[in-house]
């Protein structure tokens, strides 16, 4: 009766510490899943005529599906609202990006490549010229989103396993759609600025927490 008693007990225990018995063989410098980050960024805008810098912050959600890959969700906004010789970059810019980063990890650091999908929306990236009243033209902008990638690469120190930093440099790719404005000037006629596809330099700095 023990006996059968206690093989019934190891057959309903070891399902339980399957999962303890794996973790415990893992890598001991095996990444946490998770990593929650904050940043401060820079990104020039490069339009035709004219560069322009703006300086931001945001955060970044990391899930790291194995040593070498993670998928990426990262937010950042420009608080700016400044004046682009590229019309449809005008006001302060909104960024959302998703997508993966693959590379090496080792003790103390990691390198990787990083293509991340997304957009860009700028506040003041639609300009409307109200012509209704011929003896004053009246003037505003509306919000206008774009396509946008970032390919680049990435430096992570590692602090603690808990605790990291992290550069990016990379290529903030703007995919500008077209737009047909009103002239403001006689003759009355529209005008359209043709799509457009930029490069613009980003570079991110931050600190990030790992679970």
Same mark, same amino acid.
């Given at each position: 009766?023990?006996?059968?008693?206690?093989?019934?007990?190891?057959?309903?225990?070891?399902?339980?510490?399957?999962?303890?018995?794996?973790?415990?063989?893992?890598?001991?410098?095996?990444?946490?899943?998770?990593?929650?980050?904050?940043?401060?960024?820079? =990104? &020039?805008?490069?339009?035709?005529?004219?560069?322009?810098?703006?300086?931001?912050?945001?955060?970044?959600?990391?899930?790291?599906?194995?040593?070498?890959?993670?998928?990426?969700?990262? &937010? &950042?906004?420009?608080?700016?609202?400044?004046?682009? @010789?590229? *019309?449809?970059?005008?006001?302060?810019? !909104?960024?959302? =990006?998703?997508?993966?980063?693959?590379?090496?990890?080792?003790?103390?650091?990691?390198?990787?490549?990083?293509?991340?999908?997304?957009?860009?929306?700028? $506040?003041?990236?639609?300009?409307?010229?109200? =012509?209704?009243?011929?003896?004053?033209?009246?003037?505003?902008?509306?919000?206008?989103?774009?396509?946008?990638?970032?390919? @680049?690469?990435?430096?992570?120190?590692?602090? $603690?396993?808990?605790?990291?930093?992290?550069?990016? !440099?990379?290529?903030?790719?703007?995919?500008?759609?077209? *737009?047909?404005?009103?002239?403001?000037?006689?003759?009355? =006629?529209?005008?359209?600025?043709?799509?457009?596809?930029?490069?613009?330099? *980003?570079?991110? @700095?931050?600190?990030?927490?790992?679970?």
């Amino acid at each position: 009766m023990k006996k059968s008693f206690s093989a019934l007990l190891a057959l309903v225990a070891l399902p339980l510490l399957g999962p303890v018995a794996a973790r415990a063989q893992a890598p001991p410098d095996d990444p946490p899943r998770f990593e929650v980050g904050v940043h401060f960024s820079a =990104l &020039t805008l490069t339009p035709g005529n004219a560069y322009r810098t703006e300086v931001g912050f945001g955060g970044r959600f990391t899930v790291n599906v194995n040593r070498n890959v993670a998928l990426e969700a990262e &937010t &950042t906004f420009f608080p700016n609202s400044g004046f682009s @010789g590229e *019309q449809r970059a005008g006001g302060n810019a !909104v960024e959302g =990006l998703f997508g993966v980063k693959a590379g090496k990890r080792w003790e103390k650091f990691g390198v990787f490549v990083k293509a991340r999908p997304g957009f860009v929306s700028f $506040s003041d990236g639609r300009p409307i010229y109200d =012509l209704s009243n011929p003896s004053f033209i009246q003037f505003r902008a509306e919000r206008a989103t774009h396509f946008a990638a970032d390919v @680049g690469g990435v430096l992570e120190l590692y602090v $603690s396993r808990r605790i990291m930093t992290r550069f990016d !440099v990379g290529d903030t790719i703007i995919r500008y759609g077209a *737009q047909t404005t009103a002239n403001p000037f006689p003759p009355p =006629l529209n005008f359209t600025i043709p799509e457009a596809t930029r490069h613009n330099l *980003q570079v991110n @700095g931050g600190i990030g927490f790992r679970f």
